[in-house]
DNA sequence: GTAGACCTTGACACATATGTCAATGTCAAG
DNA sequence: CTTGACATTGACATATGTGTCAAGGTCTAC
């Protein structure tokens, strides 16, 4: 498929695409006319870059660790790349945990003000 | 306390405390030398900003609701602030339900990995 | 009074992901 | 052929939080 298409069924913009195939996050064919034309995984492909980077990877990173969770490669590739994605996996479970505590923080001031709320 | 002290205790730095102050996220009573004199709570302040940052909020947003979040006023003050806390609070939890997914992703990756790993 | 640690403001710099614009090529439909 | 939608590359711009540097005031201790 071309990249408006891909741009339309993942709700990424083509800028955005073609900045993650510099990196080296998407890889597409060429047509004659010198078109991108990407394959039906890329879809997922930049479905999982969009879960990831909302998950505070950037772009660099998820670039290194992307091929083998598509599993292009196998048996995490080497011990640089394990180390990678249990390094990340690490951070987003703290992330999780400091997201965790903010979200109640806000949920608490929530009830609080409630509670207090004329009227009730 | 200055504010070199309430930088160390909270491990973040002059200048984004200098900062903060700016956005209207932290305030400081000024003694004759023009020193920013801090009081206690201002560390719980800051570690909050730090909380909401880190869950994605950026700081014109923390400084609306942050006075609230710190009780400095009450009942949530206006529809407005009542709206943003919990705004913010669901966009939290929608990036934690992404988050959850991203590391179910790498989860995923590394069990695939560690069964196939040569010697298993 | 001078050194050293701390404070002040302001300006400039950087990283990151993405928007936007320009100049141009491709191609299907009329 | 021209129009319109879509593609290409490259350059410049923006937002955001923070680092860094400069030029200078303050205060303690020797």
Redesign the interface.
């Known amino acids: 498929m071309l990249i408006g298409e891909l741009a339309t069924r993942t709700s990424v913009s083509t800028r955005a695409l073609r900045h993650y195939e510099k990196l080296g996050l998407l890889h597409s064919e060429r047509g004659e006319n010198g078109y991108r034309n990407y394959a039906e995984k890329s879809v997922e492909s930049v479905k999982?870059i969009q879960?990831?980077l909302?998950?505070?990877?950037n772009l660099a990173t998820i670039a290194e660790?992307l091929p083998?969770?598509m599993g292009d490669r196998?048996?995490?590739d080497n011990d640089a790349v394990?180390a990678a994605?249990?390094r990340?996996?690490g951070k987003?479970?703290a992330?999780?945990a400091?997201?965790?505590?903010?979200?109640d923080?806000?949920?608490k001031?929530?009830e609080?003000?409630?509670l207090?709320?004329?009227g009730t």
């Open positions: 999982s879960f990831l909302s998950s505070g990877l660790i083998t969770l196998c048996a995490l394990r994605i249990e990340e996996s987003i479970a992330r999780m400091k997201m965790a505590h903010s979200h923080i806000l949920s001031a929530l609080k003000g409630l207090r709320r004329p």
